[in-house]
């Protein structure tokens, strides 16, 4: 009876798919649009449909390995099991860490740009960040009251925000005709292919796989799943197709309505700068609607996974902890993060940073995959080989571009993951240190 109790408290398969989808459809669509098509022109389409191929390679490695051994902060479990618990595995762990914790302060200020945009104040320095902190408050403060509070709002908030965003694409695909179509066909009438040409393109992509990492939170529930050897990789699968279906269908509609110029001039808030042409004011407060609802159910969903990752991280002795007895350690420091980064950052750095701590993590994750965990894991070894082939393929055009474009962005990633390595090893030092001592004191 207990055990039934305790697998009621669980996560649903719905559910799981919910909070996977609640990360990935908020920033990652409404503002990213406008940012890929400076580098991918009206190529945004066929770059979003690239980085899901990418991803769809890279998630294989996530899948074997979470219904192999599926815990709560899967990430860090799979770099342990890789590289043992040394500099490795706790630095790339923290790459993962820190890209989410990004791509919460990424949802925080999408919130507060699009809930502005019906008045003007798109691109205030005030406004948007205090919406930004208020929305990483309000998610903190719902992650607080548990997990089926968790669930519930996002199985309710994925369905609107999925409705939302397939009535605003498919009324625009419908109100734009041929001119939308035409940015699928080779030689359409009005793309306009990127200025750097391929390097351009992939540059986008890589970006683009920041709209679809969210499924990497799912193998961060792990045993909070019911039946999670079965339920990992379901989950992982439907939420990649939806997204997939749903971003090819709303970026078909933004290129059809709005010109490259117009794209980039509108890019922290594309979506709602397309509705407008094409349904009036009406059309962007829906959009607005839908967006305030993605990204803060995207908050919600993405601070219940990312605090279980930190959660594994701090058992394995690999980040502090707050002083004394806190409740929730991990939650709150998650969310601190989030804030500080949310105000210190604009939304390019921010998907910038990161895209390339994001990327460098996955390519750990399948060499890890490949070099170490053979005997333990059943898995194609030419899948992960073409997800570090396909990650190094977009990740290098990415980092050649941004140093050409904003070389200062490309310093912080380098500046944070030298800390993050230094970081780690004086915490394995340490933690050497101390098991030398007790080791010694055992024997005397």
């Not at 933004?254 to 004011?281: C, N, W």
């Not at 991990?330 to 910038?352: G, M, N, R, V």
């Not at 500046?415 to 001592?437: K, N, P």
């Amino acid at each position: 009876m207990s055990s039934d109790t305790e697998n009621d408290k669980k996560l649903s398969l719905t559910g799981s798919v919910a909070l996977g989808t609640g990360v990935m459809i908020g920033a990652g669509i409404f503002a990213l649009v406008g940012q890929v098509a400076e580098l991918a022109g009206s190529w945004v389409p066929w770059a979003f449909i690239a980085g899901a191929v990418v991803v769809a390679f890279s998630a294989y490695s996530y899948v074997r390995y979470s219904s192999t051994d599926p815990s709560s902060g899967g990430i860090a479990m799979i770099l342990k099991a890789a590289y043992g618990s040394g500099v490795v595995a706790g630095s790339f762990s923290l790459f993962m860490y820190v890209s989410m914790v990004l791509a919460e302060s990424l949802l925080a200020r999408t919130f507060g740009t699009y809930l502005l945009r019906p008045f003007g104040l798109e691109g205030s320095a005030v406004g948007v960040p205090v919406l930004a902190v208020a929305a990483i408050v309000v998610a903190t403060v719902v992650n607080l009251v548990g997990n089926r509070w968790v669930e519930g709002s996002a199985t309710v908030t994925a369905a609107i925000k999925i409705i939302g965003i397939a009535v605003l694409a498919v009324a625009g695909i419908a109100a734009t005709g041929v001119s939308a179509l035409s940015q699928l066909i080779p030689g359409g009438d009005g793309r306009t292919p990127p200025d750097s040409g391929l390097l351009g393109f992939l540059a986008g992509t890589a970006l683009c796989i920041l709209a679809y990492k969210g499924f990497t939170t799912i193998t961060n529930q792990g045993d909070d799943i019911r039946n999670p050897q079965r339920n990992l990789a379901r989950s992982i699968v439907i939420a990649i197709t939806v997204c997939t279906v749903l971003y090819l269908l709303l970026t078909v509609a933004v290129t059809g309505s709005l010109s490259v110029p117009q794209i980039v001039a509108a890019r922290d808030y594309a979506l709602a700068e397309a509705a407008e042409p094409l349904f009036g004011s009406w059309g962007v407060w829906l959009t607005v609607a839908v967006a305030v609802v993605a990204t803060l159910s995207g908050l919600v969903a993405s601070l219940f996974s990312v605090s279980r990752l930190y959660d594994m991280l701090r058992e394995m002795k690999q980040a502090p902890g707050l002083p004394g007895s806190v409740n929730r350690q991990s939650l709150l420091i998650t969310a601190a993060l989030a804030l500080l980064t949310a105000t210190l950052f604009d939304l390019s750095q921010i998907a910038s940073l990161g895209a390339m701590l994001y990327l460098s993590m996955d390519i750990a994750i399948h060499w890890g995959l490949i070099r170490r965990l053979r005997d333990e894991v059943e898995f194609a070894l030419w899948i992960p080989a073409t997800a570090i082939a396909l990650d190094v393929l977009v990740l290098v055009p990415f980092v050649i571009m941004k140093v050409r474009a904003d070389p200062l962005t490309v310093v912080v990633t380098a500046a944070v993951a030298a800390v993050i390595f230094a970081s780690q090893w004086l915490i394995v030092r340490r933690r050497g240190d101390e098991a030398h001592r007790q080791s010694s004191a055992g024997h005397n």
